[in-house]
């Protein structure tokens, strides 16, 4: 066992290609803090033979790969909701993280909101990791990583920590990204030694991540911009430098201010053309 | 899980597919998940909406309830002219919404144009079954047959291939096919590897298998989509400082209105009154000519444009182009002709011109010369050579010494590795007299490290350091005369190996060089005087090639670009941070080479950063997201696909970077002439307000009436305004930096010109006009006049015709805020006289016709009121000119 918080890690499964790559993700990091990995499936009232049949033996096949690498994993299959399944073996078992990833279930449906790893996320009493995999050519080879700071921090250390073994085994190029929201106009109003200052304050706002980066000996490059819109931005950098993966952290938005502006982490979640990890801590 | 590393089993285990594919359940599933296999467009705001846009603007909003009110008006109380006056308020709100939709308007087509190269249909294998379905419906994991002819639906990690070749010109703007194959390639990156074929491309030759990847927005081709279509240029300089002007402008003139309403209710005058008195002001000060004026001197702008090659796509464009202060410019066929030739070529350690050589007696030139006509792919056709520029360049070379059909003949082609640009080099293998040989023909730079022999008078001599240093050397002083260089190399085949493959052809390696050959594309003639403009005109331009650092700083130097620059390579800028690019760009000499269309984004985006105006040049398919991000897009009309076009503010319809720089002129003329003719228009709104002023405050008749402001600022004002904006640019205008982001159009002095200046002269001349009609036909103040009285139809006839005759010498008085008038020739804008000509007549028609009397309530004026008005235009005339006299002086003694 481990000194790390997330002593112990559940990845939930159902069968399918998404979930099945979420389960490689879980072994970096089961790996990286020594933690034991369960990886669990539900079956419920709704599945038909062969989608039950489906869960079991992609538990058995992640549990075989898992082992070649040398983690300490279990395989759990339970029965019932989802949500309330999974809830309780969290809160029975102290799980420390989970790992799940979140798809679109129906054509134009929102990929996240509402969806079943949402719900976890604001149900169970642990860290979520949810996955959307857009990409499946550059899932677990996380050459290039981009991580979007929106506002001031949040959870620098939480957010190094799952960054660390990313980049140590793929030797990632870290970019920290923060974007500083103006109108359309604004923006081609500022003069330089404005954008300086604006950059100044960016800067400061990813100062503390930055630090937390590079005490786990992580030397990620920054870039602040001016933008419109943050999730604009976001899709336009990852879209041009072609990165492979995006590490977002995600904290309840209060209904008023999702009414107003949106839910950025739904839109870019939609629109990524490459894989997301949303981080959400307890 | 790099795809592209990945062995066959790996890659169907990775994607959980198989041999067979998948089956129709879990494609369904995955269709759910991953969406359809299509690019889609960014939303955007409909037509409709747009349009709705410009007519419920602030200033919109106004005079729609102008309108109301005063059609109210004209219900409630018949025959006050109301109902004409809210009829034609309502004109001015559609034909200002009109002009500014037109003006930002533009169909954008770009989306449309990359869609056009992706399928409709694909053939995959699902359920081990071969089968046909609409490309949308691909999902990652499927297993795709691809054949000569097909376009690529999305990313495919190739499995089986047989002599496959795609097009990747969409993705790299390479314009050679490439070859494909099936082997791991851990090295490479996707979009560079060898085992990978991308939406959007197309095969040229040959057939093969793969398994998809990536589909829809995720591919990469669904990049260059989504910044194609997500980029939104905004609001250009122009557009938000009209803007700015008309919504400040139209706030004042509601206050005002406001004021002098709330006045005249004080001193008790009745609502009617007080609401002719509030609407006139609030008429009056708004400009209500500006925004169609603006408009229609843009089209005339870029119409002068198109003259010069230059092909607008957004009217506002033009004036941005004015303000730009950087150009990212291409060397190829912009700075250049991109016509190559061959110059001069090294061999047996000489470097000789041509006409020094002798071909003949020469074994080294002769193998240089077959190694040119035969690793070519150009070719002959009715007389003419087909093919790239730089192999046509070739093949005219060995033209000139051998028969290349004959030798084509007697060496027949066997087998081919095309051009690669990422390998940097092409090698062909031919059959010979004693077997078989391999010519390849490649960048200098990359073939030396493949030589192990060099061909010395007829020998193969062992490539040492001694003879590389040599080759170095000439490469240097090739490359330092602004050449494309290309080494010719060969290597003997097994000539009982040839026909089935050989393993010096499997592997190319052990060469033996035979020479360099320098090529010469000429800069353009007329681009040394463009960029000597720029320098005076305070705009940076950055080469931006594909070509190699030498020959870029060559180029540079020869046309006076720089001297010393810092060159940085493709490789180096994707190594670079954000920070790094951008204190890169702020170095006086910089330029890029070996760079992808694709870096052309970054570097436009670290100077947009940098808070330049930037302009780009481009024309293949991935650099529409950089013409997309730049202020200005500029695609080559010669040489762009449709797509960069259709990405593109404009258009050039010769390629060459001289006419970006007459454009950049004309666009600063523009602002130029809008300051003019604003100051044009400004001026007339002072003789339009004092006559309210006047009637509540002196209590007088009301000396000019809403409709004949109208008159003015939408009739007689416009043609005169719009030759304004024709006005070719002033000397000089090049040697001025780039308008700074910050400055206004309406600064103070030009407010102060207009308002405190001129406008306090024509209204002296209405006014006074207006008050000597009256008294000599028997008015004294304090008489009450009706308004159905023809005394005072002719009074305020008189009063319009003072703001025009005055407006005419003012016309004369805005060609310039510093130059006398008399020192301006009359005849460079003859628009000009028109439209003066065009004012006269319309006044003549207002006070001279009966239409004209019934539509603006006016009545015939003697001569003796024009002889009495005309000395007030010759008064502001003199008094302008005394006025630039003093600025003039002011400026020299300030130099001095």
């Known amino acids: ?88 073996f969290v809160k029975e078992n102290k799980i420390d993280l989970l790992i799940s990833s979140t798809r679109r279930p129906q054509k134009e449906r929102r990929y996240f909101v509402k969806s079943v790893t949402s719900s976890l996320m604001s149900g169970v009493p642990c860290s979520v990791i949810a996955l959307r995999i857009s990409h499946p050519g550059r899932s677990l080879r996380s050459k290039k990583v981009l991580v979007p700071v929106i506002g001031d921090g949040y959870r620098d250390k939480e957010r190094a920590d799952i960054i660390s073994p990313i980049a140590d085994r793929f030797n990632s190029n870290i970019t920290v990204f923060h974007v500083i929201e103006l109108s359309s106009s604004g923006i081609k109003r500022l003069e330089k030694l404005e954008k300086d200052k604006l950059t100044e304050s960016g800067e400061k706002k990813i100062a503390s991540f930055m630090k937390e980066l590079r ?68 | 899980m790099a795809i592209q590393a990945l062995t066959s089993e790996e890659v169907y285990n990775a994607l959980h597919t198989s041999p067979s594919g998948l089956d129709e359940e879990e494609a369904s599933e995955r269709l759910k998940t991953f969406g359809l296999n299509e690019i889609r467009e960014a939303q955007k705001t409909s037509l409709l909406h747009n349009i709705a846009r410009h007519f419920t603007n602030l200033f919109a909003l106004l005079l729609w309830g102008a309108s109301i009110t005063a059609i109210a008006g004209g219900l409630l109380k018949p025959g006050e002219g109301f109902f004409i006056l809210g009829i034609a308020i309502m004109g001015v709100v ?82 050679k096919p490439a070859k494909r194959d099936a082997t791991p390639h851990p090295d490479a990156e996707i979009s560079d590897s060898l085992n990978i074929v991308l939406a959007g491309t197309s095969v040229v ?27 939104v240029s905004g609001m250009s300089p122009l557009e938000m400082e009209t803007i700015r002007v008309t919504r400040t402008i139209t706030v004042i003139a509601v206050c005002l209105g406001i004021i002098f309403f709330t006045a005249g209710v004080f001193i008790g005058r009745g609502f009617w009154e007080n609401f002719i008195f509030a609407l006139g002001i609030v008429v009056a000060n708004v400009p209500e000519g500006l925004l169609p004026t603006v408009t229609l001197s843009l089209a005339m702008a870029s119409q002068r444009m198109s003259k010069k090659k230059a092909l607008v796509r957004k009217l506002t464009a033009v004036e941005t182009l004015g303000s730009v202060t950087v150009i990212c410019t291409d060397k190829t066929g912009t700075l250049t002709q991109n016509r190559m030739s061959a110059v001069n070529i090294y061999t047996n350690s000489i470097l000789k011109e041509l006409q020094h050589i002798d071909a003949n007696s020469d074994l080294s030139t002769m193998m240089l010369i077959k190694g040119s006509a035969l690793c070519n792919d150009a070719y002959l056709r009715d007389g003419a050579i087909v093919g790239e520029q730089t192999e046509k360049a070739l093949l005219e070379f060995a033209q000139n010494y051998i028969d290349v059909d004959n030798l084509r003949t007697k060496e027949p082609r066997i087998a081919e590795h095309p051009f690669d640009p990422f390998r940097k080099w092409m090698a062909t293998l031919h059959e010979n007299e004693p077997g078989a040989i391999i010519y390849v023909k490649g960048a200098p730079e990359v073939l030396i490290n493949m030589c192990t022999g060099i061909f010395h008078n007829g020998e193969v001599v062992a490539f040492d350091d001694v003879r590389k240093k040599k080759a170095d050397e000439a490469l240097s002083d090739m490359t330092g005369r602004a050449l494309r260089v290309l080494a010719v190399a060969y290597r003997d085949c097994n000539p009982l190996l040839f026909k089935i493959k050989c393993p010096e052809w499997e592997k190319i390696e052990d060469l033996v060089l035979v020479g360099f050959l320098g090529l010469e594309d000429p800069p353009r003639p007329e681009v040394p005087g463009a960029i000597k403009d720029c320098n005076e005109a305070g705009i940076k331009i950055i080469m931006v090639t594909g070509d190699n650092p030498e020959t870029a700083r060559a180029v540079g130097r020869e046309i006076g670009l720089f001297n010393n620059p810092d060159i940085v390579t493709g490789t180096e800028l994707r190594g670079m941070n954000h920070k790094d690019i951008m204190n890169a760009l702020l170095k006086d000499e910089i330029a890029f080479a070996r760079v992808t269309p694709a870096d052309k984004m970054t570097i436009v985006s670290a100077l947009k950063d940098l808070g330049e105006v930037v302009a780009v040049t481009g024309d293949g398919v991935n650099d529409a997201p950089a013409l997309k991000k730049a202020d200005i897009g500029i695609a080559m009309g010669l040489s762009g696909t449709d797509v960069a076009k259709e990405a593109a503010d404009i258009i050039l319809l010769d390629d060459n970077f001289a006419t970006i720089v007459r454009a950049i002129e004309e666009g600063r003329a523009v602002f130029e002439n809008i300051k003019k003719f604003t100051t044009y228009i400004l001026s007339s709104n002072i003789p339009e307000i004092i006559p309210y002023i006047a009637y509540v405050i002196l209590g007088i008749p009301l000396p000019l009436t809403v409709v004949q402001i109208l008159a003015v600022d939408l009739g007689t004002d416009m043609l005169p305004a719009l030759a304004l904006g024709t006005e070719p640019p002033e000397p000089g205008l090049l040697k001025r930096p780039p308008r700074s982001v910050k400055e206004r159009l309406l600064s103070l002095p030009l407010l102060a010109r207009a308002y405190l200046f001129l406008g306090p002269i024509e209204a002296i001349a209405s006014m006074a006009g207006f008050f000597w009609f009256l008294s000599i036909n028997g008015w004294h103040w304090g008489d009450a006049l009706s308004s159905k009285n023809p005394l005072y139809w002719q009074a305020t006839t008189v009063c319009l015709t003072g703001i025009i005759v005055t407006q005419v010498a003012n016309v004369f008085v805005c060609r310039s805020g510093i130059l006398s008038v008399f020192s301006m020739s009359l005849w460079v804008n003859r628009f000009m006289l028109a439209g003066i000509s065009v004012e006269i007549v319309i006044i003549l028609l207002i006070v001279y016709t009966s239409p004209g009397n019934i539509m603006f309530a006016t009545s015939p004026i003697p001569l003796s009121m024009w002889l009495f008005l005309i000395p007030f235009a010759f008064l502001l005339l003199g008094l302008e000119e005394v006025r630039k006299l003093f600025v003039r002086n002011m400026m020299t003694r300030r130099i001095s």
């Open chain 2, 94 to 175: 559609l034909i200002n919404g009109g002009f500014a939709f037109y003006q930002e308007y533009r169909a954008e087509k770009a989306f449309d144009e990359l869609k056009k190269l992706l399928p409709y249909m694909v053939t995959i294998i699902r359920g081990g079954r071969e089968r046909e379905i609409t490309a949308s419906e691909v999902v990652p994991g499927d297993i795709v047959l691809l054949k000569e002819g097909d376009r690529v639906s999305s990313d495919i990690r190739l499995l089986d291939v047989t002599e496959m070749k795609v097009d990747n010109a969409s993705i790299t703007g390479e314009s």
């Open chain 1, 215 to 282: 005490g786990r000996g992580i030397h990620a490059s920054e870039k602040i911009v001016t933008g419109s819109k943050v999730r604009d931005e976001i899709i336009s950098e990852a879209s041009h430098h072609k990165y492979d993966l995006i590490i977002l952290g995600t904290t309840k938005r209060n209904i008023i201010k999702r009414v107003v502006s949106g839910n950025p982490v739904e839109e870019i979640l939609r629109d990524t053309p490459c894989d997301v990890m949303l981080l959400h801590f307890k």
């Open chain 2, 205 to 231: 030759r040959g057939q093969g298998r793969g398994v998809v990847f990536a589909t829809g927005m995720s591919t990469e081709f669904g990049k260059i989509a989504r910044l194609t279509s997500e980029i």
């Open chain 1, 1 to 88: 066992m481990t000194d790390h918080p997330f002593k112990k890690i559940l990845v939930a499964v159902d069968g399918s290609f998404h979930c099945n790559v979420a389960a490689r993700y879980s072994y970096l990091f089961a790996q990286a803090f020594h933690s034991k990995l369960f990886v669990v499936t539900v079956i419920t009232k709704d599945m038909n033979e062969k989608a039950e049949k489906s869960a079991t033996y992609s538990i058995t096949r992640i549990i075989d790969e898992a082992r070649v690498s040398g983690i300490d994993i279990e395989g759990v299959i339970l029965k019932g909701d989802v949500i309330e399944a999974i809830t309780r």
